[in-house]
């Protein structure tokens, strides 16, 4: 898609997304809330259902023809030219516990590619924006950013590595991490979508995960690419919405080849 036919209107969307999504998810954070446990045994509250419904009825209002992708209510026209990957809240296990590191995904995704990435943090204030062509820039309240700008690293054994949990790989793909995790200088876990932020910020190096779903990865696409990051699944693919689940993404490039390479060792 050109930059010469992208709808400027369509950032001004998302935001609007994240910020229903936002007003919504702050009614129950640090409250008495219900958790159920969804199938897969990860937890959802009514926080996460609320927000979702809020964009989806957005969506359905502005822009009828979209299709719609969201964590909690599923899928609609997916044959659609654009489609709407929502997830209301990553890091649900966070929100129930009362720390604020979790976050509305919104991306926007063309012919199957992200070309709109949201990661906003309503607890913290803060969003990052990525959009194809453009620099990623982050918000801290009304404040915006000069364009943000990934860190180089000299080698691996310099690198700092993110991931949410060891509980998404199953022993193949946990084997391969393994490989990853004893070459790094320092691994910390229980980020969710906070590491890809501090990629796209220049604050860390890596974060490799996998078993993830669109919702979970695609904003992140867009953000991490905007600041000069390289972000692909395990085999060195670009991220797309069918695409298998794993996640490296590694704000410089030559490390991130490297974390590929060890990653894709039998």
């Known amino acids: 898609m050109s930059e010469q ?56 209002e502005a822009y009828p023809d979209h299709g719609i992708m969201g964590e909690e209510y599923g899928n609609e026209k997916l044959e659609a030219e654009f489609i709407w990957v929502l997830d209301p809240i990553d890091g649900t296990r966070a929100f129930v516990n009362g720390i604020p590191l979790f976050a509305t995904l919104v991306a926007l995704v063309h012919d199957g590619t992200p070309i709109i990435g949201i990661n906003a943090y309503p607890a913290l204030g803060e969003r990052w924006l990525g959009v194809a062509g453009e620099p990623t820039r982050h918000w801290y309240g009304t404040t ?12 691996l054994a310099h690198a700092r590595l993110c991931t949410t949990s060891t509980d998404m790989f199953d022993a193949a793909d946990g084997a391969r991490y393994a490989r990853l995790k004893d070459a790094v200088l320092d691994t ?9 932020a501090m990629v796209a910020s220049g604050q860390t190096d890596i974060v490799a995960e996998a078993n993830m779903q669109p919702y ?25 919405i069918d695409s298998p ?21 039998p």
């Not at 950013?145 to 180089?152: A, D, E, G, I, Y």
């Not at 910390?188 to 890809?196: I, V």
């Not at 690419?225 to 693919?237: F, H, K, N, S, Y």
């Open 5 to 60: 036919n992208f709808d400027p209107e369509l950032k001004s969307f998302a935001h609007k997304l994240a910020d229903a999504a936002g007003v919504a998810a702050l009614r129950y954070f640090r409250a008495d809330t219900d958790v159920e446990q969804k199938a897969d045994a990860s937890p959802v509250t009514r926080a996460d259902r609320e927000a979702e419904t809020v964009m989806r009825a957005l969506i359905t």
């Open 144 to 155: 915006e950013s000069n364009p943000l700008r990934v860190r180089t690293c000299s080698s």
């Open 188 to 196: 910390r876990f229980g980020t969710d979508a906070w590491a890809y």
């Open 216 to 240: 979970d990865y695609l904003s992140h696409a867009v953000v991490v690419a905007g600041a000069g990051g390289t972000i692909t699944d395990w085999d060195g693919q670009a991220l797309r």
């Open 245 to 265: 689940g794993s996640v490296l993404a590694a704000g410089d490039g030559g490390r991130h080849a490297e974390a590929l390479a060890l990653l894709q060792t």
